[in-house]
């Protein structure tokens, strides 16, 4: 039985359930003499870590999915394990099988959902909702803003796709949320989020893409050495500055001269500004790209 335990805690960052005991042999009254005397520590109820050490983000992930069979993380919780939303709060959300209102039980808010299958899979031992279905799941929490943001992040990071969001709104049309996220998912199949390293460059992308101007190389080399936006044919290069920039001025200095070397104009903006005055970086984009392929 020992053996059994150690193996089920080693796949699951040192976590166990009761039921799980169970269904391995060990009896109720095992467990409450392993947590008496051997200092199990009782996570939620019927959930036990077996170490001592503060648990991590990733433990209380699983933790509170094993609180019940068949429960997966889900909402805020998911998209923060996916990393595209921040961690909000100290309360974990699961969704289970079945019908009516989310309760919080022990701790943890508990949504019930009577129709996931094809919308689970799995980040190591953790149970969680795929990354489109929550994407649908919290958008009615969200403005559409940061609804759109929560989109473009979960592309950059390729925990789904435009296809994937598009497929799981049509499973759950009629939703709140699902006419933003559909019409995010047809509009911007072509662009290419995947190659972005922050929103602030793929939200730019969307800005081009709605003024018709024509698509740019994403994080393309140009004399060997990467740029935000890129224009081959009028010679044109768009760096979009983040709060990085004022750290390395010299490196980012270094790099607009092996560029203007190259042939480029160089031309910057700071990500605030992209956010703030989406004109700005159109009076930058060159004007003969605006003939783009998708008018």
Not at 7 to 12: D, G, K, S, T, W
Request: proline share 5%; glycine share 8%.
């Amino acid at each position: 039985m020992d053996v059994r335990i150690r193996e089920l805690a080693a796949r699951q960052f040192d976590l166990v359930a009761a039921w799980q005991l169970v269904d391995h042999g060990a009896t109720r009254e095992l467990i409450r003499h392993r947590v008496k005397h051997r200092g199990w520590r009782v996570v939620h109820r019927g959930v036990y870590a077996l170490s001592h050490s503060p648990l991590t983000q990733q433990q209380r992930w699983l933790a509170v999915t094993l609180t019940a069979r068949g429960s997966v993380l889900s909402h805020a919780s998911a998209a923060a394990c996916w990393g595209f939303r921040r961690p909000e709060g100290a309360t974990e959300t699961i969704t289970r099988t079945g019908s009516g209102g989310s309760r919080r039980l022990d701790g943890v808010d508990v949504y019930r959902s009577a129709c996931l299958d094809g919308d689970t899979t799995s980040i190591g031992p953790i149970p969680i909702t795929t990354a489109a279905r929550t994407l649908i799941d919290i958008a009615p929490g969200l403005t559409p803003r940061a609804t759109a943001r929560a989109f473009r992040e979960a592309l950059r990071l390729k925990t789904t796709t435009a296809e994937q969001v598009t497929a799981t709104v049509a499973v759950h049309r009629g939703r709140r949320g699902t006419k933003i996220l559909g019409g995010l998912g047809h509009r911007y199949l072509t662009i290419p989020y995947g190659r972005t390293r922050s929103d602030a460059e793929a939200l730019a992308l969307e800005i081009l893409y709605d003024a018709g101007v024509e698509r740019p190389l994403v994080n393309a080399k140009v004399g060997g050495e990467e740029a935000d936006l890129t224009w081959p044919k009028p010679r044109v290069i768009i760096e979009i500055d983040g709060p990085q920039y004022h750290r390395f001025p010299d490196e980012d200095a270094r790099k607009a001269r092996v560029w203007r070397a190259a042939g480029y104009d160089v031309r910057r903006i700071s990500s605030d500004l992209v956010y703030r005055e989406p004109a700005a970086l159109l009076r930058l984009a060159p004007a003969t790209a605006a003939t783009s392929p998708h008018r």
